[in-house]
């Protein structure tokens, strides 16, 4: 595939902390990865609620020739409903049992995902001919343990048909999709060509295996895996490369990467030269860790607890599509309840929230003409942010207010469409500057056909338009794993994106620079800057609503009365001081000394016409607030925190803002 050409840069960067932030952003991403998840007090939880939890009901159970569903893993690893032992649980009492964890994720229903049938028919309508292979490759990821299954017994292709009428291929990315596969092709294998044993063996993570239990009841024999525990094993449909069509259908002899969330965490520090036994894997953020040993199986109380235990939340971004599907239980024929969604819904949110980015909005200069502000953002996802399926997207807003709130500025808004204002008609850029606010920060694959021009069909996606998606950590363009990683329509002048301060690949950043006209305004603004996430944003469904199938029409209606609210990422609240300095010389008012070295600061010549004195963080938060009432001299503690403050001092008709520096 095409690589982006990095060109030596000349243009000065502005200097980032970058040692700090770079501690910071590891910290981060272990402690997320390697400790447990533990939800405020205040999540909603099925785990205790008799009805919520539903003791396994709905779940599919049975088998076919080489597969055994959920439901017939739940009678040990689910909730232990007789109590004989505290099984499943962790020593806090939390119920971590792996079932109901597990099916209200998007793991857990991605075989009766409607946006993901309406895709499959949309592809098929588009073109007819390939429906049976469309089709089979689509299940394959999607329907494993059917799909798969009719492959093993060399019954051909598999379709939507046959998934209508499987319930084993209706339970979704299963238990055996993951613990059945064969160590010997991970990291080999991708675009759903997944390898699974042929005999009666699972694989997990603990070398001392108890093998009574499955052999008695199921005719299964655990083993120990290490490969359970590998980026690889997710792999095989985590990078999934397509085959190119023209317009008229036929092949073209390109390839199309729909998604490498696998080798683009191999094109990272977490997975780059990193052993299986050392790297900080998809398992360890999906699948988080609990140091407490937890017995495993129900009924069996001498059983040795196991530690660490990775908890099945596998929360990633997609709240619209989890919101969506608890709206339409009954109607999609889900086996989680509302209460089991809203849990996924929390820790999907806290996953986006917490473990995503670092955001940091600073003024770089500002005079009566412009503001010159940068949205600084560092990936802290071990592949790129947004990854996975080309319809996911985030943007930044930025809003400029003054001192009476009244917008100055405005980019990145979104309208009640929830779609992008300021959104060109086809794609928007990449930004390395923004001066007007019909010009956005949007994160994203674009794609491209065969005569360049955007499409959402998959088949006829030959090589992306746009991809600016944020890089991981330690992500370079000399990396073996790039040709399937690529970065297209990010500017050559573009110097800090995923570049440090010294021009070296692999800072995991971009810099957004706003040029914000002020027209003549001194005064003080309030700049607001957030970051924004969309899975399935109103643009990319527009292609496909234009044709009509069952599927395309269940999901338009389940679409259209959605809420499409994109989910906020990240914010940042930044005050900036009025430029008219000597307005407080002119009210009479005296503040000494500045810097305050000693954490102490006085205000000289207060008078009647001041109503208040405030001190606030540079964020805006209120630390303390005075009435003079009269009083000339006031004096001003400030925290023991360094940095930067603001002043502000009120009178009956406007307000007066000074920047207080802490050392």
């Given at each position: 595939m095409e690589e982006l050409i990095h060109r030596k840069r000349f243009r000065k960067v502005r200097r980032r902390r970058w040692p700090v932030l770079l501690v910071l952003a590891m910290s981060i991403v272990v402690l997320a990865g390697w400790t447990a998840d533990v939800a405020p007090a205040n999540e909603p939880r099925y785990h205790g609620d008799p009805v919520g939890r539903g003791a396994g009901i709905g779940l599919v159970s049975g088998e076919n020739e080489y597969f055994i569903a959920s439901g017939n893993c739940y009678g040990c690893h689910g909730i232990d409903t007789m109590g004989v032992v505290w099984a499943n649980h962790d020593a806090q009492g939390r119920d971590v049992n792996v079932p109901d964890a597990w099916r209200s994720t998007m793991m857990g229903n991605s075989a009766r995902d409607p946006f993901w049938l309406a895709k499959v028919s949309h592809?098929?309508?588009?073109?007819?001919?390939?429906?049976?292979?469309?089709?089979?490759?689509?299940?394959?990821?999607?329907?494993?343990?059917?799909?798969?299954?009719?492959?093993?017994?060399?019954?051909?292709?598999?379709?939507?048909?046959?998934?209508?009428?499987?319930?084993?291929?209706?339970?979704?990315?299963?238990?055996?999709?993951?613990?059945?596969?064969?160590?010997?092709?991970?990291?080999?294998?991708?675009?759903?060509?997944?390898?699974?044993?042929?005999?009666?063996?699972?694989?997990?993570?603990?070398?001392?295996?108890?093998?009574?239990?499955?052999?008695?009841?199921?005719?299964?024999?655990?083993?120990?895996?290490?490969?359970?525990?590998?980026?690889?094993?997710?792999?095989?449909?985590?990078?999934?490369?397509?085959?190119?069509?023209?317009?008229?259908?036929?092949?073209?002899?390109?390839?199309?990467?729909?998604?490498?969330?696998?080798?683009?965490?191999?094109?990272?520090?977490?997975?780059?030269?990193?052993?299986?036994?050392?790297?900080?894997?998809?398992?360890?953020?999906?699948?988080?860790?609990?140091?407490?040993?937890?017995?495993?199986?129900?009924?069996?109380?001498?059983?040795?607890?196991?530690?660490?235990?990775?908890?099945?939340?596998?929360?990633?971004?997609?709240?619209?599509?989890?919101?969506?599907?608890?709206?339409?239980?009954?109607?999609?024929?889900?086996?989680?309840?509302?209460?089991?969604?809203?849990?996924?819904?929390?820790?999907?949110?806290?996953?986006?929230?917490?473990?995503?980015?670092?955001?940091?909005?600073?003024?770089?200069?500002?005079?009566?003409?412009?503001?010159?502000?940068?949205?600084?953002?560092?990936?802290?996802?071990?592949?790129?942010?947004?990854?996975?399926?080309?319809?996911?997207?985030?943007?930044?807003?930025?809003?400029?207010?003054?001192?009476?709130?009244?917008?100055?500025?405005?980019?990145?808004?979104?309208?009640?469409?929830?779609?992008?204002?300021?959104?060109?008609?086809?794609?928007?850029?990449?930004?390395?500057?923004?001066?007007?606010?019909?010009?956005?920060?949007?994160?994203?694959?674009?794609?491209?056909?065969?005569?360049?021009?955007?499409?959402?069909?998959?088949?006829?996606?030959?090589?992306?338009?746009?991809?600016?998606?944020?890089?991981?950590?330690?992500?370079?363009?000399t990396h073996y794993a790039y040709d399937t990683t690529g970065v297209f329509g990010v500017p050559i002048a573009d110097v800090d994106w995923n570049r440090t301060e010294a021009g070296d690949e692999g800072s995991g950043a971009d810099i957004t620079h706003y040029h914000v006209p002020m027209s003549g305004y001194t005064g003080a603004i309030r700049i607001e800057a957030r970051v924004w996430y969309q899975s399935a944003p109103p643009r990319w469904m527009e292609e496909m609503f234009d044709h009509n199938t069952p599927a395309i029409d269940t999901f338009r209606t389940l679409f259209q009365a959605a809420d499409g609210t994109p989910v906020l990422v990240k914010e940042t609240v930044l005050l900036d001081p009025s430029l008219a300095v000597d307005d407080l010389r002119e009210l009479g008012v005296r503040i000494f000394p500045d810097p305050a070295t000693d954490g102490t600061l006085w205000i000289d010549g207060l008078d009647v016409r001041t109503v208040s004195v405030e001190l606030r963080s540079i964020t805006g938060a209120l630390v303390s607030t005075y009435a003079p009432r009269g009083q000339r001299l006031y004096l001003v503690v400030l925290p023991d925190v360094p940095g930067n403050y603001l002043l502000i001092i009120r009178t009956r008709d406007r307000s007066f803002v000074r920047r207080i520096v802490r050392p």
């Amino acid at each position: 595939m095409e690589e982006l050409i990095h060109r030596k840069r000349f243009r000065k960067v502005r200097r980032r902390r970058w040692p700090v932030l770079l501690v910071l952003a590891m910290s981060i991403v272990v402690l997320a990865g390697w400790t447990a998840d533990v939800a405020p007090a205040n999540e909603p939880r099925y785990h205790g609620d008799p009805v919520g939890r539903g003791a396994g009901i709905g779940l599919v159970s049975g088998e076919n020739e080489y597969f055994i569903a959920s439901g017939n893993c739940y009678g040990c690893h689910g909730i232990d409903t007789m109590g004989v032992v505290w099984a499943n649980h962790d020593a806090q009492g939390r119920d971590v049992n792996v079932p109901d964890a597990w099916r209200s994720t998007m793991m857990g229903n991605s075989a009766r995902d409607p946006f993901w049938l309406a895709k499959v028919s949309h592809e098929v309508t588009v073109n007819p001919d390939h429906a049976a292979v469309l089709e089979d490759r689509c299940t394959a990821c999607h329907a494993p343990l059917g799909r798969h299954n009719k492959h093993m017994v060399g019954g051909g292709l598999y379709s939507v048909g046959d998934l209508a009428f499987d319930l084993l291929g209706q339970d979704g990315v299963s238990c055996m999709a993951c613990h059945k596969q064969r160590p010997d092709s991970l990291g080999l294998s991708f675009s759903g060509d997944l390898h699974f044993e042929h005999d009666r063996i699972i694989y997990g993570p603990f070398d001392e295996v108890f093998t009574g239990a499955m052999q008695s009841f199921l005719n299964i024999e655990p083993r120990f895996g290490a490969h359970i525990n590998h980026a690889a094993l997710c792999g095989g449909c985590h990078t999934l490369i397509t085959n190119t069509v023209d317009l008229d259908g036929e092949l073209s002899g390109d390839h199309f990467v729909e998604q490498a969330t696998y080798h683009e965490w191999l094109n990272s520090i977490y997975g780059n030269g990193s052993s299986p036994a050392n790297a900080i894997t998809c398992q360890g953020c999906h699948v988080p860790r609990t140091g407490d040993g937890i017995v495993l199986a129900a009924l069996y109380d001498w059983l040795t607890p196991r530690s660490p235990f990775g908890e099945h939340h596998m929360a990633g971004a997609n709240v619209f599509m989890l919101e969506l599907l608890k709206n339409n239980l009954n109607e999609l024929g889900l086996t989680a309840s509302s209460t089991q969604f809203d849990t996924t819904v929390a820790r999907t949110t806290r996953m986006l929230q917490q473990n995503t980015l670092i955001m940091e909005t600073s003024i770089a200069n500002r005079d009566a003409d412009t503001a010159w502000i940068d949205v600084d953002l560092i990936n802290l996802a071990g592949h790129r942010f947004p990854s996975g399926y080309p319809s996911r997207r985030a943007f930044i807003e930025l809003l400029v207010l003054n001192q009476e709130n009244d917008t100055l500025f405005q980019s990145g808004r979104w309208n009640g469409a929830y779609e992008v204002i300021g959104h060109d008609p086809e794609w928007e850029p990449h930004h390395d500057v923004i001066t007007s606010p019909d010009q956005a920060q949007i994160y994203e694959m674009v794609m491209g056909d065969v005569n360049g021009n955007k499409t959402t069909v998959l088949e006829r996606a030959k090589e992306p338009l746009k991809d600016n998606r944020l890089a991981p950590l330690g992500f370079t363009s000399t990396h073996y794993a790039y040709d399937t990683t690529g970065v297209f329509g990010v500017p050559i002048a573009d110097v800090d994106w995923n570049r440090t301060e010294a021009g070296d690949e692999g800072s995991g950043a971009d810099i957004t620079h706003y040029h914000v006209p002020m027209s003549g305004y001194t005064g003080a603004i309030r700049i607001e800057a957030r970051v924004w996430y969309q899975s399935a944003p109103p643009r990319w469904m527009e292609e496909m609503f234009d044709h009509n199938t069952p599927a395309i029409d269940t999901f338009r209606t389940l679409f259209q009365a959605a809420d499409g609210t994109p989910v906020l990422v990240k914010e940042t609240v930044l005050l900036d001081p009025s430029l008219a300095v000597d307005d407080l010389r002119e009210l009479g008012v005296r503040i000494f000394p500045d810097p305050a070295t000693d954490g102490t600061l006085w205000i000289d010549g207060l008078d009647v016409r001041t109503v208040s004195v405030e001190l606030r963080s540079i964020t805006g938060a209120l630390v303390s607030t005075y009435a003079p009432r009269g009083q000339r001299l006031y004096l001003v503690v400030l925290p023991d925190v360094p940095g930067n403050y603001l002043l502000i001092i009120r009178t009956r008709d406007r307000s007066f803002v000074r920047r207080i520096v802490r050392p």
